[in-house]
């Protein structure tokens, strides 16, 4: 099977400009979340994809920040304009949905490393 | 609201001694519990988990026990490796949330 798909893997930009990620989750999963995990910290999450809605956004800046899923399948996490302190690694994870249950345990991918200069 | 304590690294070990890593959360409900492993450079990896009291997850040599009297789910390794140097977050998700609530992280560092 294969796993969450994230690009690119690293990126380096100046602050005042804009970034863009993308992820691909595991085939079937209708669950999908966006990580930010700043160095030395646990990975705070950003949005949360229920197919192509949004269950919780409350720690995604939205004045900078904009995350969507059109097709209930990838997403693209969207920064502008970045801030240094956006420097992080942005892990895209996902998990399949059961309505007795609940979310299953999140894979992740790999993850983006941003660096803002 | 829920959330999940670890104890702070870095922790280092020789090669073959044991291992504990603390994790106590505070949660409504019964939230599941997972270990979540980091290797450098790496995304997280799932280690073991635990649905409900006295479960105990395992895999690879760890294993923790869900303590609902205690609130905890302590990492455990009989015997490290070098190879076992990472990052360990203790995480919990509830149902009732659809959230997952992680740790801080734990840096185990094993030495030859």
């Known amino acids: 099977e294969a796993g969450v798909a994230q690009s690119p893997r690293y990126k380096i930009i100046e602050k005042r400009q804009s970034v863009a990620f993308w992820c691909n989750p595991i085939?079937?999963?209708?669950?999908l979340y966006w990580y930010q995990q700043i160095l030395g910290q646990g990975p705070k999450l950003l949005i949360q994809?229920?197919?192509?809605?949004?269950?919780?956004d409350s720690q995604l800046p939205k004045d900078r920040f904009s995350a969507e899923r059109l097709k209930g399948v990838d997403s693209t996490l969207k920064i502008q304009p970045a801030k240094l302190e956006d420097s992080a690694v942005y892990l895209c994870?996902?998990?399949?949905?059961?309505?007795?249950?609940?979310?299953?345990?999140?894979?992740f991918g790999q993850g983006t490393r941003l660096t803002v200069v | 609201g829920n959330s999940v304590t670890q104890m702070e690294g870095p922790v280092t070990l020789s090669e073959e001694a044991f291992l504990t890593i603390n994790c106590t959360y505070t949660?409504?409900?019964?939230?599941?519990l997972f270990w979540y492993v980091q290797y450098p450079g790496e995304g997280l990896q799932l280690l073991l988990k635990?649905?409900?009291?006295?479960d105990k997850g395992s895999n690879k040599g760890f294993e923790a026990t869900y303590r609902k009297e205690t609130t905890s789910f302590h990492l455990e390794k009989g015997s490290v490796q070098v190879s076992d140097s990472a990052v360990y977050f203790c995480?919990?998700?509830?149902?009732?949330?659809?959230?997952?609530?992680f740790g801080t992280g734990t840096r185990l560092k094993v030495l030859a």
């Open positions: 994870a996902s998990s399949s949905f059961d309505r007795g249950r609940g979310n299953t345990e999140a894979f």
């Open positions: 085939s079937g999963h209708a669950t």
């Open positions: 995480a919990l998700y509830t149902s009732g949330t659809y959230k997952y609530i």
């Open positions: 949660a409504t409900g019964y939230p599941s």
């Open positions: 635990a649905t409900k009291a006295d």
């Open positions: 994809f229920q197919n192509n809605g949004v269950v919780d």
